[in-house]
């Protein structure tokens, strides 16, 4: 197809700084991707700047959307060929259900390809909240009850971690370039993993929070510098082991009284009870994490 033909002669036609400006794209990436990945093909004037139509914007933007998904750079053009959904519809009856259970047991057969399939679908079909809602937060508590004690329970929790920690983390990338809200501190608790951390992570991101995830618990004394370091609006503590609940109200409210930003608890462990806390200023977020980010929302706001 011609120019001429993508770009009508009385469209309106923007320079390249101006699409960086709109879509927060620098004008190095633009490039790379027009060059490199023949994602986009602006015109070009007789001196060879570029110009893009209405059209190449949006094209960006739909490029953006994949890129957050986790879908590698290499593999958009492909996509972008796809018809675009325009609305999806919801899960037939039981649909959810077939898709845990497939969840549940590409990861017992460690199939990262029948994973990340899952993982990527869901994404583009739905959004962040319902994928956590419906799929991933009911998926992660069944796996926490099959792993206790079994045989190769290790092996698969490291296998998911790792595989969550990849493409959770590219979408974090991403999504704190162009994030205009308020960072969000989330630290697992001493002795658990970061799943439940990775999925609050992905919850605060789609919120418009700046995430500044850690993979691995801090000294109980270092997190009031990592607060200030990373110049934190607040601290949410992960974690997927409700018997850490001991460790939290010996710990818990000692650093919430050192703490000038609010200090909230999520995942499993947060079913303990606000009255076994001696201490105010702790929030006892729960495990739904579309509820805990509209909470926390509420908390950095009045912060």
């Keep these: 197809m011609s ?19 709109l879509t927060g794209v620098n004008a190095v990436t633009l490039r790379a991707w027009e060059r490199r990945y023949g994602l986009i093909q602006p015109k070009r004037t007789p001196k060879g700047h570029r110009l893009y139509a209405k059209d190449d914007i949006a094209r960006v933007e739909r490029i953006l959307q994949w890129l957050n998904r986790g879908v590698p750079v290499s593999q958009v053009r492909e996509l972008l060929e796809q018809p675009e959904i325009v609305e999806a519809p919801p899960p037939a009856a039981g649909d959810w259900g077939s898709q845990r259970q497939q969840l549940i047991k590409a990861v017992e057969a460690l199939d990262l390809e029948r994973l990340e399939a899952l993982f990527n679908q869901a994404l583009a079909l739905y959004p962040v909240a319902t994928c956590l809602d419906e799929l991933w937060q009911p998926v992660l508590r069944e796996l926490e009850e099959r792993w206790d004690d079994r045989l190769g329970a290790d092996l698969q929790r490291r296998t998911l971690e790792a595989f969550l920690r990849t493409r959770i983390g590219t979408r974090l990338y991403h999504a704190n370039a162009r994030a205009g809200g308020s960072t969000l501190l989330i630290v697992p608790l001493p002795d658990d993993g970061p799943l439940w951390g ?7 991101a789609d919120r418009g929070y700046r995430v500044q995830w850690l993979d691995a618990a801090l000294p109980p004394q270092e997190l009031p510098l990592a607060v200030e ?12 082991r409700a018997e850490r609940a001991d460790l939290v109200r010996r710990q818990l409210p000692r650093l919430a009284e050192q703490l000038e930003v609010p200090v909230a608890l999520c995942g499993p462990v947060a079913r303990i009870r606000a009255a076994d806390l001696d201490a105010s200023g702790v929030e006892l977020l729960g495990d739904d994490l579309s509820h805990a980010m509209t ?5 950095t706001q009045a912060a």
């Excluded at 120019?3 to 400006?21: F, G, K, M, T, W």
């Excluded at 990775?198 to 605060?204: H, Q, T, V």
């Excluded at 370091?229 to 974690?239: D, K, P, T």
């Excluded at 909470?295 to 908390?299: E, G, I």
């Design 3 to 21: 120019d001429q033909a993508n770009h009508p002669a009385d469209a309106p036609l923007y320079p390249i700084r101006e699409v960086s400006r």
């Design 198 to 204: 990775l999925l609050a992570a992905l919850a605060a």
């Design 229 to 240: 370091r990373f110049h934190a609006s607040a601290l949410l503590l992960a974690s997927g």
């Design 295 to 299: 909470r926390l929302h509420s908390l």
